[in-house]
């Protein structure tokens, strides 16, 4: 089982619409998550950090569910400029602030 | 100001070759890190420095050779380059757990 999973998708989607993307991780022992951003092309943009059960920033929610080990990604009124992939990360427990990230949720928002 | 940067932005070489990449962040962070990006697109730590000391090293081969010549600045030399290593390679920083990456190498093996 990977360290980090995540539904590749794609999840096509209409403008205006609300969309949720789960990511499980199989460590217990992780604390910190984060939702990075990235298109086609280029480096991943950090979203949101999740040091707790949740954060939220405008359009975006992040939530962390400890007992089930996912973290969400809610997005409301999606916008064409949100179409891009969606990487969800794990700090590594054992130190040395290593990320352990997942294969990409990939989110296309069409008029 | 581009915080952190690579150069350079794309890399065609050919089997054997040594290629060096390198990495620049003016955020004031002690740690930076290689990152692999495969044609799947799974993204995958290589090594980290902090503060000029080697602290992450995964199961990279060692024709992998990373150099931290100041905390601002990681290099990553590669030997003998393979089909296998085509790749994107970003580089990132980070002061805390928040970690910030570079536009990334575009690697092509021939």
Request: hydrophobic share 30%; net charge positive; proline share 5%.
């Amino acid at each position: 089982r990977k360290e980090v999973e995540q539904d590749p998708g794609p999840f096509n989607v209409p403008e205006g619409a609300t969309v949720a993307f789960n990511c499980t991780y199989s460590n217990s022992a992780s604390q910190s998550f984060f939702w990075y951003r990235q298109d086609c092309r280029k480096e991943p943009k950090l979203l949101m950090s999740v040091y707790s059960s949740g954060n939220e920033d405008g359009r975006f929610t992040a939530q962390l569910n400890r007992a089930s080990q996912y973290i969400s990604l809610l997005i409301r009124d999606s916008k064409l400029s949100d179409s891009a992939t969606y990487l969800c990360a794990s700090l590594f427990s054992g130190g040395y602030n290593k990320l352990i990230f997942g294969a990409g949720t990939r989110l296309a928002v069409h008029p | 100001d581009t915080a952190v940067s690579q150069t350079p932005k794309y890399l065609v070489t050919q089997m054997g070759n040594d290629k060096s990449i390198k990495c620049e962040q003016n955020l004031g962070h002690d740690t930076m890190y290689w990152y692999k990006q495969d044609s799947k697109k799974f993204l995958k730590i290589m090594f980290s420095y902090n503060n000029k000391e080697l602290i992450i090293n995964e199961t990279v081969p060692n024709r992998f050779s990373p150099k931290s010549p100041d905390k601002a600045h990681l290099n990553l030399h590669i030997n003998s380059l393979e089909l296998g290593d085509s790749a994107v390679y970003f580089c990132a920083s980070s002061l805390s757990y928040e970690q910030y990456f570079g536009p990334g190498t575009r690697l092509t093996v021939t």
